[in-house]
């Protein structure tokens, strides 16, 4: 019986443990929080209802759906993103028509001229 009883306090200290391992705060500290890890379980750096922005550039990067090119907001589409792509222009297209909207294409670069007469705009944007 003596061991029975051993056994069954184990547990329940160990149910214990677990039970406050869980808990956020549970080192006692009043006010402060749990350190949160350097990386998510995922091997990203940023969790997704944190930083929605840098969360979704891991992810589309670590996920080969893309990859950067040298020139700043242009990306290099991989076979998975171009098929996830080319399954939406599907799409859109059939609905556009649907709706007698006929298709246009713009510029994808902007001259140098234009630039310059956009400078101060521009430059808003220079971290991205």
């Known amino acids: ?57 891991e992810v589309v990067v670590n996920g080969e759906m893309i990859e950067y090119y040298d020139i700043s907001g242009c990306y290099i589409l991989r076979p998975w993103a171009m098929s996830i792509w080319e399954i939406m222009q599907t799409f859109f297209d059939a609905e556009i028509k649907k709706m007698n909207i006929k298709n246009s294409y713009f510029p994808l670069f902007v001259s140098q001229t234009v630039l310059q007469k956009e400078k101060d705009h521009i430059e808003g944007f220079a971290p991205e």
């Open 1 to 57: 019986m003596a061991g029975k009883d051993a056994k069954s306090s184990k547990e329940q200290k160990s149910s214990k443990e677990l039970k406050s391992s869980k808990e956020p705060n549970s080192s006692g500290a009043k006010g402060k929080k749990k350190e949160v890890k350097k990386e998510t379980g995922l091997g990203l750096s940023y969790k997704k209802d944190e930083n929605f922005g840098e969360w979704y550039s």
